[in-house]
T-cell receptor
Framework: GAVVSQHPSRVICKSGTSVKIECRSLDFQATTMFWYRQFPKQSLMLMAT?????????EQGVEKDKFLINHASLTLSTLTVTSAHPEDSSFYIC??????????FGPGTRLTVT | KNQVEQSPQSLIILEGKNCTLQ??????????LRWYKQDTGRGPVSLTI?????NTKSNGRYTATLDADTKQSSLHITASQLSDSASYIC???????????????FGKGTRLHILP
């Protein structure tokens, strides 16, 4: 089956620094990638949708200047959390959609900002 | 190895009928289990979230059960509607601390088709 990887799986950073998270579709071309955030005991929250080669579409309430998304190729999308703060600590999960629109989830990245 | 397995992989039923989807997990330490509904091309929508101490939770026509001893969960859909056609994903979180998720494991989902 389709595989989506994320790197790193967990990261700890200091407040004020930036962190980049990679999402790769390993065996298929992903025309669309989604980025989610999940806080403990809460459901997945869609942050943004990105299509290869175009700007990401952000959900209401998500700061596009803080969460930079780049979808440079059909197999790679990156999320950069800029000037991270402790409240940004969360699980960040990506999913990739193939041409058949099936979505495959990555394993997630646990971000802890100290 | 932490795993979440869902069955069946796909299911076709007639409108108005009931159905039950299964989720078996081997996740430790167990923190919580979520069921999501995902329409094609859309992000998943949360249906239920259950912790260790909860064995049933309802959301409208959706009822989820959890047996922490056998590590099984089911999602029962009553009086199915055409709009229930979607993928249903079981997601299990692992953590020693109930206030945080250390690992999140996704099932591959069950694709449900409702026929008129």
């Amino acid at each position: 089956g389709a595989v989506v990887s994320q790197h790193p799986s967990r990261v700890i950073c200091k407040s004020g620094t930036s962190v980049k998270i990679e999402c790769r579709s390993l065996d298929f071309q992903a025309t669309t990638m989604f980025w989610y955030r999940q806080f403990p005991k809460q459901s997945l929250m869609l942050m943004a949708t990105s299509n290869e080669g175009s700007k990401a579409t952000y959900e209401q309430g998500v700061e596009k200047d803080k969460f930079l998304i780049n979808h440079a190729s059909l197999t790679l999308s990156t999320l950069t959390v800029t000037s991270a703060h402790p409240e940004d600590s969360s699980f960040y999960i990506c999913s990739a959609a193939s041409l058949s629109y099936e979505q495959y989830f990555g394993p997630g990245t646990r971000l802890t900002v100290t | 190895k932490n795993q979440v397995e869902q069955s069946p992989q796909s299911l076709i039923i007639l409108e108005g009928k009931n159905c039950t989807l299964q989720c078996n997990y081997t996740v430790s330490p167990f923190s919580n289990l979520r069921w999501y509904k995902q329409d094609t091309g859309r992000g998943p929508v949360s249906l239920t979230i259950m912790t260790f101490s909860e064995n049933t939770k309802s959301n409208g026509r959706y009822t989820a059960t959890l047996d922490a001893d056998t590590k099984q969960s089911s999602l029962h859909i009553t009086a199915s509607q055409l709009s229930d056609s979607a993928s249903y994903i079981c997601v299990v979180s692992a953590s020693w601390d109930l206030n945080r998720d250390d690992k999140i494991i996704f099932g591959k989902g069950t694709r449900l088709h409702i026929l008129p």
